[in-house]
């Protein structure tokens, strides 16, 4: 079982905002910065957003995401085709000394 | 920019050893800590182990007994190793830098190994 809880699904229509949640306890997204990562149909997951809320270079700033306390989200807002993939959110845990990470989300375009 | 390649046999015997070596180009693997992430079919992400350029290892709990990271840096190279794979060891497995509570910031294309029994 996934540490990290997230919807097993979302979706929305083209130029929608879709919110994907993620939530886990004092030990990893309470304590730790979040990272989230967009796993395309067939290839490798990329990473998305890192210390909770920084893009990397390349990714629209369509994509952003907050934490508080032992939740945190992902907004993607103008929501295009391409968008459509898994979401995975991920946060160092302090007990483990490595990462967790949330069983993913599902995102369709409609 | 850097790459990461895996690479070895996509089928490995159940009771056997699964060994996979990743290789990185485009960057020094020094100051850096290196990553083993597996995705069985149709699930998650499951974090396996990571090794710092220094050699020092982490793994995950549930997979330690089973599991050597090994680095060779002059090679820009290191390697997994996964032995007495069961059915349940079936997954792509990825290599990917790992920059701690910054995330895995490059992966490899990942392999699919299967077990066969």
């Known amino acids: 079982q996934p540490v990290l809880t997230q919807p097993p699904s979302a979706s929305g229509t083209p130029g929608q905002r879709v919110a994907i949640s993620c939530s886990g306890s004092?030990?990893?997204?309470?304590?730790?910065?979040v990272n989230w990562y967009q796993q395309l149909p067939g290839t490798a997951p990329k990473l998305l957003i890192y210390d909770t809320n920084q893009r990397p270079s390349g990714v629209p700033d369509r994509f952003s995401a907050s934490k508080s306390g032992t939740s945190a989200s992902l907004a993607i807002s103008g929501l295009q085709s391409e968008d459509e993939a898994d979401y995975y959110c991920?946060?160092?845990?302090?007990?483990?000394?490595?990462?967790?990470f949330g069983g993913g989300t599902k995102l369709t375009v409609l | 920019q850097v790459q990461l390649q895996e690479s070895g046999p996509g089928l490995v015997r159940a009771s056997e050893t699964l060994s996979l070596t990743c290789s990185v180009s485009?960057?020094?693997?020094?100051?850096?800590?290196w990553g083993w992430i597996r995705q069985p079919p149709g699930k998650g992400l499951e974090w396996i182990g990571y090794?710092?350029?220094?050699?020092?290892?982490n793994y995950n709990p549930s997979l330690k007994s089973r599991v050597t990271i090994s680095i060779d840096t002059s090679k820009k190279q290191y390697s997994l190793k996964l032995n007495s794979v069961t059915a349940a060891d079936t997954a792509v497995y990825y290599c990917a830098r790992d920059r701690g509570n910054w995330g895995l910031d490059h992966w490899g294309h990942g392999t699919l190994v299967t077990v066969s029994s």
């Open positions: 485009g960057d020094s693997m020094r100051s850096y800590y």
């Open positions: 004092s030990s990893n997204i309470g304590s730790n910065t």
């Open positions: 991920a946060a160092w845990n302090d007990g483990l000394d490595g990462p967790v």
């Open positions: 090794i710092y350029y220094s050699g020092s290892t």
